[in-house]
Nanobody
Framework: QVQLMDSGGNSVQAGESLRLSCAAS????????MGWFRQAPGKERQAVAT????????YYPDSVKGRFTISQDNANNAVYLQMNNVQPEDTAVYYC????????????????????WGRGTQVTVSS
């Protein structure tokens, strides 16, 4: 049974750092993509980081590039999102997700390409 447990959300001040964790079970990293998404109130869910677990290739949208870093820990079947210099616009519920629809040179950005999701963890950034 595939399960994703995301955690690490908190209330922080602008400019601080935060690290989110996603513990995966029921499958082993191989050729899957793991992604972090966020959804703010009244907005659509958007990808903020994706990693192809087979080779470590990553993708970030411009809104977080240079501030967020996704990483994987194969020994513990976990994925992390390091968030630095967070800003109020980063406030959202963050979700980790898994996609089997990825390969070398293609990391999916649309949430409908991900088949399993964590429950979400709240990140609140105050100015």
């Amino acid at each position: 049974q595939v399960q994703l447990m995301d955690s690490g959300g908190n209330s922080v001040q602008a400019g601080e750092s935060l690290r989110l964790s996603c513990a995966a079970s029921g499958f082993s990293f191989g050729t899957y993509c793991m992604g972090w998404f966020r959804q703010a109130p009244g907005k659509e869910r958007q990808a903020v980081a994706t990693i192809y677990t087979a080779d470590g290739t990553t993708y970030y949208p411009d809104s977080v590039k240079g501030r967020f870093t996704i990483s994987q820990d194969n020994a513990n079947n976990a994925v992390y999102l390091q968030m630095n210099n967070v800003q109020p616009e980063d406030t959202a519920v963050y979700y980790c997700a898994r996609s089997a629809n990825c390969w070398v040179g293609y990391l999916p950005e649309d949430d409908d390409e991900y088949d399993y999701w964590g429950r979400g963890t709240q990140v609140t950034v105050s100015s």
